[in-house]
């Protein structure tokens, strides 16, 4: 039977004070039995943060340890699916709240896997924790904890409340407790104890300003407000006054003042499965309740699917585009965080084959009723039940897109811009899908503002313009100074403009859209020649046109002098203002993909570009009668070349050589 408060208290407090004084000196020598230990400095200075500069919304901590009492639930259960004696048949789960008003103490208890000096050490003590660090970065944008959760690192929260925290647990399967401790200030000790129930219990010693936490309706409302939808029960002792009037004899009579029965426990939250309900039934705050709880995030959800599927596959959805961005999305392991339940049992966050890679940004629940309760991860990944619900679930996610694009283009936007970069792995990596996924996605680009799409580009396609043209390039700014888009500019002929790193990979294997090919305009030369200006063709023609052959003489030299740095010289079709640009040959790689492929160390051979020059420009008219510095000229015209790519000139110093050189 649960401990009640009283001897609890009594236990707790003999052990805080103890704790107290060796606190004093925290990095004194360890006794045999208590070890001290330094937090990592990344967390040190999280702790002080947490403890001492956060001051709006701290009720969250609530949020987060029950969170982590009920993920400690769950666990408990998966694992007793498959490890005999690890829980008793007719063991409850629950998260019980326990406050004392009089003490300034809350104590949260929960019967779930629980932790040994390892586990404490390596989670609370926080030996790589990657949030920890994107989260302080968050902070120093809005000072606003509600983020903590979505960081990894929620249990720290307890420290904005809470002077001292006390963890007291018992791994499920082991015989030893152990109590961990710290006042957030640089140090944390593990000590072993004498043998408590399997489950974690944490202590919270609250601060002079935090004191209203132990006050039980303050609980109460802030359990329905944040964690209704925990499906645990979340508890806390009934008054002894209510207890007497409900039900009498058994639970009242308990002693004196504030005596809290530990036998009547009060369930505060809905503690049922939401997604079980049937639509009609559940109301739109429900929905964005569950979403916060479940997911742990403090956005609304931006979309909301919920669908029940019967047949020879059954399965229960319930998930959710976030408006906001997780903090992990551009994390290399790209996982998708969707949980997995069997029968309502809950399995795992951490099943990959739920969803694809370009779809990790969803949230949410599937409940299976065709996998076996005891499924082991192993199973998990050869089971051809994931890949139908995975099929399943991508259908239905880029149908709901489809249909939010169709009817509310704005709010569409907003979604693109959040989430977009991920979706457009698709294209890359789900040829299945590539159809729907192209009319899905929105580009920016050189003649409009803000998205457009592939179908609205074509309806825009001038005369003569056989092809999607796109330019791929670090960022938006560097893009729209590309001298490549000079030539279309001065045609009117629109360019997309792509600036995400997934865009170099998914126009490398994507020939055509609709059977308008996909061309970049960093490579091959013709197209431009053959479209018409747009408009006033009369000052056009009134142009002299350039003399091929007036060149002949230069891009000679340039040839000679330039070697095997490039791959040819030409005269430029594309460019009006700049002297000079490099494209790439027809067949060759898109220098952008180039780059990035040599950024991530892959071989790529290298390939020599074609250097374009611009007949129009004063420098290559004054390069044209062979003036006395050509060679340094026409050397300084390839760096040039080169970093408005973005890349650095060949030889530094020879570069700086050849200018002060011309200089003089
Ligand atoms: P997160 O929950 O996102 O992992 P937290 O900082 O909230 O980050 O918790 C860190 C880790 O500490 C958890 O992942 C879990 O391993 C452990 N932990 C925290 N609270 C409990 C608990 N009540 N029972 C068991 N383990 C816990
Ligand atoms: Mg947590």
Not at 79 to 106: I, W, Y
Not at 188 to 202: C, S
Not at 243 to 261: D, F, H, K, P, T
Not at 462 to 490: M, N, W
Request: aromatic share 8%; with cysteine.
């Amino acid at each position: 039977m649960r401990q009640g408060l009283g001897a609890a208290s009594c236990d707790m407090l003999k052990s805080l004070y103890a704790k107290k004084d060796e606190q004093k000196n925290p990095m004194s020598a360890a006794t045999a039995e208590s070890k001290t230990y330094e937090f990592q400095a990344e967390v040190s200075r999280l702790l002080d943060i947490v403890a001492n500069a956060l001051y709006s919304n701290k009720e969250i901590f609530l949020r987060e340890l029950i969170s982590n009492a009920s993920d400690a639930c769950d666990k408990l259960r998966y694992r007793a699916l498959t490890e005999d004696g690890l829980m008793a048949s007719n063991q409850e789960l629950s998260v019980v709240l326990e406050p004392d008003a009089e003490a300034g103490k809350l104590v949260i208890t929960d019967t779930g896997i629980g932790m040994n000096a390892e586990d404490l050490q390596d989670t609370l003590g926080a030996i790589g924790r990657s949030g920890t660090a994107k989260f302080m970065e968050a902070l120093e944008n809005s000072a606003d904890s509600n983020l903590i959760g979505q960081f990894g690192v929620g249990f720290y929260s307890a420290f904005m409340v809470a002077d001292t925290v006390t963890v007291e647990t018992r791994k499920a399967g082991e015989d030893q407790s152990w109590r961990w401790q710290s006042d957030g200030k640089g140090a944390y000790t593990i000590e072993p104890m004498e043998q408590g129930p399997v489950g974690t219990r944490i202590i919270l010693d609250l601060k002079d300003d935090a004191k209203d936490f132990a006050d039980r309706h303050r609980l109460e409302h802030l359990v329905k407000k944040y964690s209704d939808h925990i499906v645990i029960p979340v508890q806390m002792p009934a008054k002894a006054e209510d207890v007497g009037e409900e039900g009498g004899e058994e639970g009242g009579g308990e002693g004196g003042e504030g005596a809290i029965s530990d036998t009547w426990l009060e369930t505060l939250n809905k503690a049922s499965a939401l997604w079980t309900k049937s639509k009609s039934d559940i109301s739109k705050d429900e929905y964005d309740g569950f979403y916060k709880s479940s997911a742990g995030a403090w956005d609304d959800p931006w979309e909301t699917l919920h669908f029940n599927v019967e047949g020879h596959l059954e399965h229960t959805g319930l998930l959710f585009i976030p408006s906001a961005r997780p903090f992990n999305l551009f994390e290399p392991d790209r996982k998708n965080a969707i949980k997995l339940y069997v029968k309502r049992v809950f399995i795992t966050d951490d099943c990959q084959e739920l969803a694809p890679a370009y779809l990790r940004f969803l949230r949410g629940v599937i409940d299976s009723s065709d996998l076996p309760l005891n499924v082991s991860r192993e199973l998990l990944q050869a089971s051809p039940i994931l890949n139908l619900i995975r099929k399943d679930v991508t259908k239905r996610t880029l149908s709901a897109l489809k249909s939010r694009a169709k009817k509310d283009a704005e709010g569409y936007s907003s979604f693109w811009s959040t989430f977009g970069a991920v979706v457009k792995e698709g294209l890359y990596e789900d040829p299945d899908q590539r159809d729907p996924l192209l009319e899905l996605a929105r580009f920016k680009s050189s003649t409009q503002d803000g998205w457009v799409s592939l179908a609205d580009y074509k309806d825009r396609m001038v005369e003569g313009q056989t092809a999607i043209y796109y330019l791929v390039g670090e960022s938006q700014d560097a893009v729209k100074r590309s001298p490549h888009l000079e030539g279309f500019k001065a045609k009117g002929v629109e360019v997309l403009l792509l600036s995400d790193p997934v865009d170099s990979f998914w126009t490398s294997v994507l020939g055509d859209y609709q059977g308008t090919p996909l061309k970049s305009v960093t490579r091959g030369a013709d197209d431009l020649a053959s479209i018409k200006k747009v408009g006033d063709s009369a000052e056009d023609a009134a142009q002299e046109p350039v003399k091929e052959g007036d060149f002949a003489e230069l891009i000679a030299a340039m040839k000679e002098s330039l070697g095997d740095d490039v791959k040819d010289v030409r005269l430029s079709e594309r460019l009006t203002d700049s002297a000079v640009c490099l494209v790439a040959d027809e067949g060759d790689m898109d220098m952008q993909f180039a780059r990035i492929m040599a950024a991530h160390g892959q071989e790529i051979p290298k390939q020599a570009r074609i250097l374009e020059i611009n007949p129009k420009h004063d420098a290559i008219q004054a390069l044209k009668s062979r003036p006395a510095h050509l060679e340094d000229s026409v050397q300084l015209l390839l760096d040039q070349a080169l970093i408005l790519e973005g890349e650095a000139p060949r030889d530094a110093s020879l570069f700086a050589q050849r200018l002060s050189r011309l200089m003089a």
